[in-house]
C-alpha cells in the first residue's frame, strides 16, 4: 500500500530531543502554537522540574503525551549492574506513571564484554522483571531496535525479527515495539517484518527521520526527512497496512539542525512532514 501524504499534523508528534536547544516549557509552547499535536519526552527534560506539573502544564498546552525516553540499558557483566538497571527502569516507569505518559521506549542495551547472545538473554529477563511493575502502573514499554552499528554498547536488538523474537516470547499485552527508520531502513525483511509486527498487534510506535549520505556522527548527524535515503513515506506505508494508527514521532538528533534557529527548524519539520512521511 502506497502512503498518502498527511495532509494535516493531527498525527504529527516531536520528541524534545529533536528541539534539544530548547527546555521542555518553551518546546510545548512552540509545539503547541505550531500545531503539532503530540510530544514524547525525554527524561533529561524532567531533571530539577516537578513530574506530574510538567505533565499537567503539556495536556494544558493541547498537546498528547506519546511517550517516555527512554528506559532499557539491561545487559552487563556486573550482576550488581543489571540490578541497577533494573531500578533504573522501575524509576523511569514511575516517572512515565507521574507524567501521564502512555508509555516507556526501551533502549534495550549491551555489553561488549560479552557476547551478544548473552546480552540478549539479559534483555529479555530484564523486561520480564519489571513488565508486572509497568503494568500496575498502566505503562507500556517498547523495545525500539538499534542500528547494528550501536551493538557494541547500546543494543543487541538490531533488527526488527530479533525485537519481534523478543516480544512474542515474552507474551504479554504491556510490551511492543518501536519502529524507527533510522535504524531498520536498510533491512530486505522489513516490510514483512512490520506486517508480522501488525499481526501480534505490537507496533507500539513509529519513529522518523533520515539517513544522511555522508553521515557524519554515528549519534549526532540525523537528517530531516528527504534530506537522506531512507523511503519514509513507503516504509509509513507499511506501517499503515499494519493497522498501526498512531502518532509519527520525529526524533532527529543533529548537530547541524541544532545549531539553527529552533523555531525556523521546526517549520521545515512541519514542511517535511507533509511531503516525505
Ligand atoms: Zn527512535
Not at 132 to 138: D, G, H, Q, S, V
Request: with cysteine.
Amino acid at each position: 500500500m502506497k502512503a498518502k501524504p498527511f495532509k494535516d499534523f493531527s498525527r504529527l508528534c516531536v520528541h524534545t530531543i529533536t528541539t534539544k536547544p530548547w527546555r521542555i516549557d518553551e518546546a510545548v509552547r512552540h509545539f503547541s502554537k505550531a500545531g503539532v499535536n503530540g510530544i514524547s519526552v525525554w527524561r533529561d527534560t524532567l531533571e530539577d522540574r516537578d513530574v506530574v506539573q510538567t505533565g499537567n502544564m503539556i495536556r494544558d498546552n493541547g498537546l498528547d503525551i506519546v511517550s517516555l525516553v527512554r528506559g532499557g540499558f539491561f545487559p552487563s557483566i556486573s550482576r550488581r549492574k543489571q540490578l541497577e538497571a533494573i531500578d533504573e527502569n522501575k524509576r523511569a516507569i514511575d516517572e512515565a506513571a507521574e507524567l501521564g505518559s502512555p508509555m516507556v521506549v526501551l533502549v534495550c542495551g549491551a555489553d561488549s564484554g560479552q557476547p551478544l547472545q548473552v546480552s540478549r538473554d539479559q534483555i529479555k529477563e530484564g523486561i520480564a522483571s519489571i513488565l508486572p511493575y509497568a503494568a500496575e502502573r498502566n505503562v507500556k514499554l517498547a523495545v525500539e531496535p538499534l542500528h547494528p552499528m550501536y551493538a557494541d554498547t547500546r543494543s543487541a536488538i538490531n533488527t526488527l525479527s530479533q525485537a519481534n523474537d523478543l516480544v512474542e516470547a515474552l507474551n504479554d499485552q504491556g510490551i511492543g515495539v518501536a519502529i524507527d527508520v533510522y535504524h531498520l531502513w536498510w533491512d530486505q525483511t522489513l516490510e514483512k517484518e512490520i506486517a508480522r509486527c501488525g499481526a501480534h498487534d505490537n507496533i507500539f510506535a513509529f519513529h522518523i527521520c533520515d539517513w544522511l549520505n555522508p553521515t557524519k556522527d554515528m549519534l549526532t548527524d540525523r537528517g530531516l526527512m528527504g534530506e537522506g535515503c531512507i523511503p519514509v513515506r513507503e516504509i509509513r506505508g507499511w506501517i499503515e497496512k499494519a493497522g498501526f494508527t498512531g502518532y509519527v514521532e520525529v526524533e532527529i538528533f543533529s548537530d547541524r539542525w541544532w545549531a539553527e534557529d529552533q523555531q525556523y527548524f521546526l517549520e521545515e519539520i512541519k514542511k517535511a512532514y507533509l511531503e516525505c512521511s
